[in-house]
């Protein structure tokens, strides 16, 4: 579904992503776990075109995506969830929502899309009206996701969902990920919450300082040294 | 009626810098780049009404040409010289505008006229209309009604269209917007589009207030403007309504304690009274929803 090759990704002088190379399956849920810092967030942006970078190549189903504009990437089929959630605050529920998937659909098709994500959110549904800004955290990181469903993506790439959430909220967001899962998406998750993202994950990579220092199956690293000592501190 | 006169005059004036503000508004809240070349689609709409008039088209017709024809070229000014530096800072686009704004001016003084042109006004315009026993004038009526209807125009697109709310979102959030897959370069085109038609409007009220158009009419109004912008909050669209019509308010309201005397410094006694609220409302009257934009 998605491969990477020798991404880089350059901030001004300072030098991110040190040659990435990664892949994600069909129907594969894959993480990216590491530190503070180590690049994460900006090998999604870099797949998602959010920030260009400077080498290296992306190709999704083959196709390789390397200097399309963000909207391009995200009409070929890749939505991201970023850190931070970024819903528009001051844009309703039911506007959130119906941004999320008006470039893909139209009409009665676009409220179709609308009206299941709302059966399969009734919390948003409640709040359809209302500022996104007045929603809760976990509230905001539902819309979120369901504003990057809306574009029915062949992948999804989802940053740090758990960030700032009480643990019963986190619980409900990781049934959402697993759900979706099993029907079938393909789905990149970023997390720092190292534990939690090997235990719905099938594989994983383990990015410090801008590079893969460890990838494997997900129980493979979870019985690592490396992952065992830096990340889960037993 | 003293004072239906003059709120009259405070709508009818203040309205005029609620169209400009609200255009410089639009432009910045999405592009980050304050418009310095804004005043010369006014200039380039007064022109293409004196050009339509000369052809005898129909006062309708006319209109129309001057408002489609400012939100072309604000379109065009967009598409040849801002797009190129998209991702240059506040302070270099805001050259570029002024850059943009000389050629145009020196365009209009060489390549038109250095001299004003007259515009004749049709004969019901001269008019007035008499309510209950005041009288109001049919310039100032028109510019009421034209300026309400394209207030609520504006509002109902921004609210009720995926355009509109794709511009409201890219004004919290431009990058988020493009990441769900909307063009960019659409919604940016769509917001100069709608900047020049509200600057086609606002020349045309202008226009029918002074009756002549020249190469420089439109720098005061947009001068005007920018600091109504700023009264409201730069970068907020209610605040730079609501900008215009203090300012409209501010100048009109201070005529009856002007003396020959005083007169003269009206402008500077206005602009002491916005920096005084300044001071108190650093961020204007109704601040900008805080962006990614710094
Ligand atoms: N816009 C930026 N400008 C300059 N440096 C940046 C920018 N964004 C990220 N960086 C730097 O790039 C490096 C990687 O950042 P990134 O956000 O990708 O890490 P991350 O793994 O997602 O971290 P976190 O877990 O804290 O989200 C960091 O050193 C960071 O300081
Ligand atoms: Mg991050």
């Avoid at chain 1, 001051?90 to 119906?98: D, K, S, W, Y």
């Avoid at chain 2, 006004?121 to 009421?144: A, D, K, N």
Wanted: net charge neutral; hydrophobic share 50%.
């Amino acid at each position: 579904m998605l491969r990477v090759e020798g991404m880089k990704i350059r901030y001004g002088a300072v030098q991110a992503v040190h040659g990435v190379d990664l892949n994600v399956g069909n129907g594969e849920l894959v993480t990216l776990i590491g530190a503070n810092g180590a690049g994460k967030s900006s090998i999604l942006a870099g797949i998602a075109g959010s920030i260009p970078p400077a080498e290296g190549k992306v190709l999704l189903k083959g196709q390789p995506l390397t200097g399309l504009p963000a909207d391009v990437i995200s009409r070929k089929g890749i939505a991201l969830t970023p850190e931070g959630r970024r819903v528009f605050a001051h844009l309703t529920v039911g506007e959130n929502l119906h941004l999320g998937g008006a470039a893909f659909a139209k009409g009665n098709e676009l409220r179709a899309r609308r009206d299941s994500m709302l059966s399969r959110f009734p919390i948003l549904a409640e709040r359809i009206d209302q500022k996104a800004g007045s929603l809760s955290g976990g509230e905001q990181q539902m819309l979120a996701i369901a504003r990057s469903l809306m574009s029915q993506p062949d992948l999804l790439l989802l940053d740090e969902p758990s960030l700032g959430l009480a643990p019963q909220t986190i619980d409900k967001v990781y049934e959402l990920i697993e759900d979706l899962r099993k029907q079938g998406l393909t789905i990149l998750l970023v997390e720092q919450n190292v534990e939690l993202a090997l235990s719905v994950a099938d594989r994983g990579y383990v990015v410090a300082n801008g590079r893969i220092a460890l990838s494997g199956t997900a129980s493979e690293l979870a019985s690592s040294d490396l992952v065992r000592q830096a990340y889960l501190a037993i | 009626m003293e004072f239906v006169q003059y709120l009259v005059n405070i709508l009818s004036l203040g309205g005029i810098y609620a169209l400009l503000a609200l255009g410089l508004a639009i432009v910045f809240s999405i592009v980050g780049l304050i418009n310095f070349a804004h005043g010369e689609l006014m200039t380039i709409a007064g022109y293409l009404i004196v050009l339509s008039l000369s052809f005898g088209l129909p006062l309708p017709v006319v209109l129309l040409v001057a408002c489609l024809g400012a939100a072309l070229s604000a379109v065009l000014m967009d598409r040849i010289a801002f797009r190129p530096m998209r991702s240059a800072s506040v302070t270099t686009l805001m050259i570029t505008s002024f850059g943009v704004s000389t050629i145009c001016k020196v365009f209009f003084q060489n390549g038109v006229s250095a001299r004003g042109r007259a515009v004749a006004l049709p004969e019901w315009m001269s008019g007035t209309l008499t309510f209950g026993g005041f009288q109001i004038g049919m310039v100032p009526l028109t510019s009421i009604a034209l300026t309400a209807l394209a207030l609520i125009g504006l509002d109902i697109f921004l609210r009720k269209t995926t355009l509109g709310v794709a511009m409201r979102a890219a004004s919290e959030d431009f990058i988020m917007v493009s990441l769900l897959g909307l063009r960019a370069n659409t919604v940016i085109a769509t917001s100069f589009a709608i900047s020049g038609l509200l600057a086609g409007i606002a020349a045309i009220l202008w226009i029918s207030q002074r009756g002549s158009v020249d190469p420089l009419m439109g720098f005061t109004p947009v001068l005007k403007a920018f600091i109504a912008a700023i009264i409201g909050g730069l970068g907020s669209l209610r605040g730079a309504v609501l900008g215009g019509f203090v300012l409209g308010a501010l100048e009109v309201g201070s005529e009856p304690f002007l003396t020959t005397g005083t007169a003269p410094y009206r402008d500077a006694l206005v602009l002491l009274a916005v920096v005084l609220l300044l001071l108190v409302k650093p961020d204007g009257l109704l601040p900008a929803v805080r962006g990614l934009r710094s």
